[in-house]
């Protein structure tokens, strides 16, 4: 689904380009869940945003090659980019009411990528956020629908996210911390949720944290990121029982 060989990315600062992912090399499934760690600052957000082509400003890719269902990535134009997130390739970042918008109702956030992806009229747009609101559990689907986000509490941000993310049932799903703010009972719900998209859609996903906890639990298999580098990447069981780079230890 995702193979990503020999990525280099680097940020401008003023003249100089400085290395912030080096050689890095990753392989996903269908249906596979895939974490990758490290500490702040590894270069795991990196990772994500070149997968999305969205480094922004001062962010190059340097070397390598990303492909997705077969297609390159990197030698796709803007518009080819476009029409691949959301439909085919989402990403849930870490801090849920900093990517929803404030001005707009819940309901309407989502609405608004379901009739751009699936192309269904305002009715059926209406219909379908409210059964993948019902799907990632929000208690009251049309209570949340009409609320800004600043009415709902961060768990159900967060959810509101996940849903808005399987809005047009991607192939590849990618989360960026996204339980890092949560209580641990609201946590534990969303990484049941999880499981379910995965073993009904087999959709593929990219789990970015630092939690060992969550990855011994949800993941199949591990890649660790250290200073910018791949140093470990194994079956989660094997590097749980027998991890062998000292930083991994």
């Known amino acids: 689904m995702l193979k990503i060989k020999n990525l280099s990315v680097a940020y401008q600062h ?6 912030a992912v080096r050689d890095f090399s990753l392989e996903i499934s269908i249906g596979q869940t895939y974490g990758l760690v490290g500490e702040s600052g590894s270069g795991k957000s990196t990772v994500a945003l070149a997968v999305m ?7 190059q890719i340097i070397s390598g090659n990303i492909e997705f269902d077969g297609r390159d990535l990197l030698t ?4 080819e980019i476009g029409q691949i997130w959301g439909r085919d390739i989402t990403l849930v970042p870490q801090d849920p009411l900093s990517s929803l918008n404030p001005s707009m109702r819940i309901g309407e956030q989502i609405a608004e990528g379901v009739r751009h992806h699936l192309k269904l009229s305002a009715a059926e747009s209406k219909d379908r956020t409210l059964s993948l609101l019902n799907r990632v559990r929000v208690p009251d689907p049309r209570r949340v629908a009409r609320s800004y986000p600043h009415e709902i509490s961060g768990g159900m941000q967060q959810r509101v996210l996940i849903a808005m993310a399987l809005s047009a049932e991607p192939k590849l799903i990618i989360l960026d911390e996204p339980t890092t703010s949560l209580d641990v009972t609201t946590q534990a719900a969303v990484l049941d949720l999880l499981r379910e998209l995965v ?7 990219l789990y970015i944290t630092h939690n060992l906890g969550v990855v011994a639990g949800l993941c199949d298999k591990v890649a660790v990121l250290y200073a910018g580098e791949l140093v470990e990447d194994a079956p989660t069981r094997s590097l749980f ?7 991994t230890q």
């Open 14 to 19: 003023e003249d100089t380009l400085l290395p």
């Open 53 to 59: 082509g969205y480094l922004g400003q001062g962010g």
């Open 76 to 79: 796709l134009s803007a518009s």
């Open 199 to 205: 073993s009904e859609q087999q959709t593929a996903i």
């Open 241 to 247: 029982r027998q991890p062998l780079h000292p930083y």
